[in-house]
C-alpha cells in the first residue's frame, strides 16, 4: 500500500508564489515518476508536471516556464515551485506516482485576482 501526503496549498494573490510537496511512502518500486496534476471545478484532471527518477521532466503548456518540479529520490518527495500564479491555476492539485499508480488526496491551490 502506498500513502502519498501532499502539503503547501493555500490561497495566494496573482503573481505570487507557492510551494507544494508530497511525500511518499509504502510499497514503491523503481523506476517511478512522481508528478502533479490538477483538476478545477467542471474540468478534466490535468497534467501539471512529471519528473522520472533521473531528472527529466515534463510540463503542461499552461505552466511551462513558470512552474518548476523537483524531487529528492532518496527521501520519496517531490516539489512543485509555483511562480507567478494567476487565477486559472486555482485548482485541486494531486500528488501522483506511477509504481504503482497512486494518488494523494489533493490539495487546494487557489489564486485571488
Known amino acids: 500500500q502506498v500513502q502519498l501526503v501532499e502539503s503547501g496549498g493555500g490561497l495566494v494573490q496573482a503573481g505570487g508564489s507557492l510551494i507544494l510537496s508530497c511525500a511518499a511512502s509504502?510499497?514503491?518500486?523503481?523506476?517511478?515518476?512522481m508528478g502533479w496534476y490538477r483538476q478545477a471545478p467542471g474540468n478534466q484532471r490535468e497534467l501539471v508536471a512529471t519528473i522520472g527518477d533521473g531528472g527529466s521532466t515534463d510540463y503542461g503548456d499552461s505552466v511551462r516556464g513558470r512552474f518548476t518540479i523537483s524531487r529528492d529520490n532518496a527521501k520519496n518527495t517531490v516539489h512543485l515551485q509555483m511562480n507567478s500564479l494567476q487565477p486559472e491555476d486555482t485548482a485541486v492539485y494531486y500528488c501522483t506516482i506511477s509504481n504503482p499508480r497512486s494518488w494523494g488526496q489533493g490539495t487546494q491551490v487557489t489564486v485571488s485576482s
Open positions: 509504502g510499497w514503491i518500486f523503481s523506476p517511478n515518476d
